[in-house]
C-alpha cells in the first residue's frame, strides 16, 4: 500500500505555495502502488475531489479541499538500449525533470537540454507539453506508460497517441484519468544544438560560441539555465507557475489588423498559417508588468508570470488572472487562455 498520510497540508507541494488540504495524500512509489492508490480512489464516496500530484508546478489549488491526492514518486532511470541514430531512455515519473535532464547530460545523451530548469516531474513533462527554446519534449518522447483509474489497465502510448499539440495532450484534456508512471525518451546520436530561439542564439554568441565553434549539450544547457534564471522568479524565494497564460494564436487576418494599430505586436507564423502573439507583451502593454494586486502581481521581470508575494490564495491568484484577461480583451479583442490546470 503507498505511503498514506491524512489531512495533508498542500501549501508546500505546489509551486505558487497556494493553500489547501486533502483528507488523504497517498505516495506512490511504483507500478504496483499505483494500483493499489487506484483501489483505495475506488472506496472513496463517488465525485469525492481528486488529483494526481507531480511537482506542483503547473497548478492552481482554487482552496477547496480534496479527498483524495496522489502524489506520484516513482523513480528511476535508465538506458534501454541504442539504434544507429538514438539513444533510448527511460525515467519513472518521479524523477525531477532538470536533475534527469542533467544526467542525460553527464551520460553524454543530448538532446534535453533546451528544457533545463524547468520545474516538475518527468511524468509531468508530457501532461502539458513542456517547451522551451525551441523544442517540446514531445519531439522527444519515444512512449509513456499510464494506468488507467478508470479501468485499471495499465496502457503503453506512442507518442503520436499522446495527441500532442501546444502545451497540450490527451493526459491534460482527460483531468483525473491517466497516472503516467513511466516515460522513455529518443535521443538523437547526432546532435545539433537547437538555436532557433533568438534569445538562446544571442546568449550563446555573447559566451563566443559561433558556427564555427559550436556550443556542446552542455553550453547549450548552462546558457539556457542562465536565461531563466534572469527572467523567471526561482520558485523557492516567489511563488509562480510559471508562464500563466497560452501565447494566443490568431488568424493572420486578425494579426495583420493588430499590427496595423500596433506596429511593434510580436507575432510568429505557425506552420497552418496562423500567427502566433507573445502574451507576455499583450500583458505589458496593459500596464501589469511588475503591477500588484493585494498579495498577488504581475513578476517585475516577465509579465507572463503570475506570482504569490506571500499569503495569497487560489482565489486572489483567478481574480488577478481574470483582470488581466479583461484588460488584454478590451485593448486588443484577444483571449488570453490559462496554461496552469485548475483544481
Ligand atoms: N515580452 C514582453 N514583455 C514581457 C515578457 C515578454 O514584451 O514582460 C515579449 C517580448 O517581445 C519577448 C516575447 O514576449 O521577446 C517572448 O518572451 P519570452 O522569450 O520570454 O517567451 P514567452 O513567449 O513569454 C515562452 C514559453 C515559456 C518558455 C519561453 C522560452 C509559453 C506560454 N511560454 O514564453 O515557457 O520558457 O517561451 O522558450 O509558451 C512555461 O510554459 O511555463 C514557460 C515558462
Same mark, same amino acid.
Given at each position: 500500500m503507498p505511503c498514506a498520510q491524512t489531512d495533508a497540508d498542500l501549501t508546500a507541494m505546489n509551486t505558487f505555495g497556494l493553500p489547501a488540504r486533502a483528507a488523504h495524500l497517498l505516495r506512490v512509489h511504483s507500478v504496483e502502488e499505483a494500483h493499489e492508490a487506484r483501489a483505495f480512489l475506488a472506496t472513496r464516496p463517488r465525485g469525492a475531489p481528486s488529483l494526481i500530484l507531480g511537482?506542483?508546478?503547473?497548478?492552481?489549488?482554487?482552496?477547496?479541499?480534496?479527498?483524495?491526492?496522489?502524489?506520484?514518486?516513482?523513480?528511476?532511470?535508465?538506458?534501454?538500449?541504442?539504434?544507429?541514430?538514438?539513444i533510448l531512455v527511460e525515467a519513472g515519473a518521479g524523477e525531477n525533470w532538470h536533475g534527469f535532464v542533467r544526467w542525460t547530460l553527464d551520460q553524454g545523451w543530448p538532446g534535453l537540454e533546451n528544457l533545463s530548469l524547468i520545474p516538475g516531474t518527468v511524468g509531468a513533462a508530457p501532461v502539458q507539453n513542456i517547451g522551451a527554446y525551441g523544442l517540446e519534449v514531445a519531439e522527444r518522447i519515444e512512449s509513456l506508460d499510464a494506468l488507467d483509474l478508470t479501468s485499471g489497465e495499465l496502457e503503453r502510448f506512442s507518442a503520436a497517441d499522446c495527441r500532442f499539440a501546444y502545451r497540450d495532450s490527451v493526459f491534460?484534456?482527460?483531468?483525473?484519468?491517466?497516472?503516467?508512471?513511466?516515460?522513455?525518451?529518443?535521443?538523437?546520436?547526432?546532435?545539433?544544438?537547437?538555436?532557433?530561439?533568438?534569445?538562446?542564439?544571442?546568449?550563446? +554568441?555573447?559566451? *563566443?560560441?559561433?558556427? @564555427?565553434?559550436?556550443?556542446? $549539450?552542455?553550453?547549450?544547457?548552462?546558457?539556457?539555465? %542562465? #536565461?531563466?534564471?534572469?527572467?523567471?522568479?526561482?520558485? +523557492?524565494?516567489? *511563488?509562480?507557475?510559471? @508562464?500563466?497564460?497560452?501565447? $494566443?494564436?490568431?488568424?493572420?487576418?486578425?494579426?495583420? %489588423? #493588430?499590427?496595423?494599430?500596433?506596429?511593434?505586436?510580436?507575432?510568429?507564423?505557425?506552420?497552418?498559417g496562423r500567427e502566433k502573439l507573445s502574451a507576455g507583451w499583450l500583458i505589458e502593454q496593459c500596464g501589469w508588468k511588475g503591477r500588484r494586486l493585494g498579495s498577488t502581481g504581475c513578476y517585475i521581470q516577465h509579465a507572463l508570470i503570475l506570482v504569490n508575494h506571500g499569503g495569497a490564495t487560489g482565489a486572489d491568484i483567478l481574480r488577478l488572472a481574470a483582470n488581466i484577461q479583461d484588460d488584454v480583451f478590451r485593448r486588443f479583442g484577444v483571449e488570453l487562455e490559462p496554461e496552469p490546470v485548475f483544481v
Amino acid at each position: 500500500m503507498p505511503c498514506a498520510q491524512t489531512d495533508a497540508d498542500l501549501t508546500a507541494m505546489n509551486t505558487f505555495g497556494l493553500p489547501a488540504r486533502a483528507a488523504h495524500l497517498l505516495r506512490v512509489h511504483s507500478v504496483e502502488e499505483a494500483h493499489e492508490a487506484r483501489a483505495f480512489l475506488a472506496t472513496r464516496p463517488r465525485g469525492a475531489p481528486s488529483l494526481i500530484l507531480g511537482g506542483g508546478s503547473n497548478l492552481v489549488l482554487r482552496g477547496e479541499a480534496l479527498d483524495t491526492v496522489l502524489k506520484v514518486e516513482i523513480s528511476g532511470r535508465h538506458k534501454l538500449g541504442e539504434t544507429e541514430t538514438s539513444i533510448l531512455v527511460e525515467a519513472g515519473a518521479g524523477e525531477n525533470w532538470h536533475g534527469f535532464v542533467r544526467w542525460t547530460l553527464d551520460q553524454g545523451w543530448p538532446g534535453l537540454e533546451n528544457l533545463s530548469l524547468i520545474p516538475g516531474t518527468v511524468g509531468a513533462a508530457p501532461v502539458q507539453n513542456i517547451g522551451a527554446y525551441g523544442l517540446e519534449v514531445a519531439e522527444r518522447i519515444e512512449s509513456l506508460d499510464a494506468l488507467d483509474l478508470t479501468s485499471g489497465e495499465l496502457e503503453r502510448f506512442s507518442a503520436a497517441d499522446c495527441r500532442f499539440a501546444y502545451r497540450d495532450s490527451v493526459f491534460k484534456r482527460q483531468p483525473g484519468r491517466w497516472l503516467i508512471t513511466t516515460v522513455r525518451f529518443c535521443l538523437p546520436r547526432r546532435w545539433q544544438p537547437l538555436t532557433r530561439y533568438g534569445e538562446l542564439a544571442q546568449e550563446l +554568441a555573447g559566451r *563566443g560560441f559561433s558556427d @564555427s565553434a559550436p556550443p556542446s $549539450p552542455l553550453h547549450v544547457s548552462d546558457a539556457v539555465i %542562465a #536565461l531563466r534564471r534572469r527572467k523567471l522568479p526561482d520558485p +523557492a524565494e516567489l *511563488g509562480s507557475a510559471g @508562464s500563466f497564460f497560452k501565447n $494566443p494564436v490568431i488568424e493572420a487576418g486578425r494579426c495583420a %489588423a #493588430l499590427l496595423a494599430a500596433h506596429p511593434a505586436l510580436p507575432h510568429h507564423p505557425q506552420p497552418d498559417g496562423r500567427e502566433k502573439l507573445s502574451a507576455g507583451w499583450l500583458i505589458e502593454q496593459c500596464g501589469w508588468k511588475g503591477r500588484r494586486l493585494g498579495s498577488t502581481g504581475c513578476y517585475i521581470q516577465h509579465a507572463l508570470i503570475l506570482v504569490n508575494h506571500g499569503g495569497a490564495t487560489g482565489a486572489d491568484i483567478l481574480r488577478l488572472a481574470a483582470n488581466i484577461q479583461d484588460d488584454v480583451f478590451r485593448r486588443f479583442g484577444v483571449e488570453l487562455e490559462p496554461e496552469p490546470v485548475f483544481v
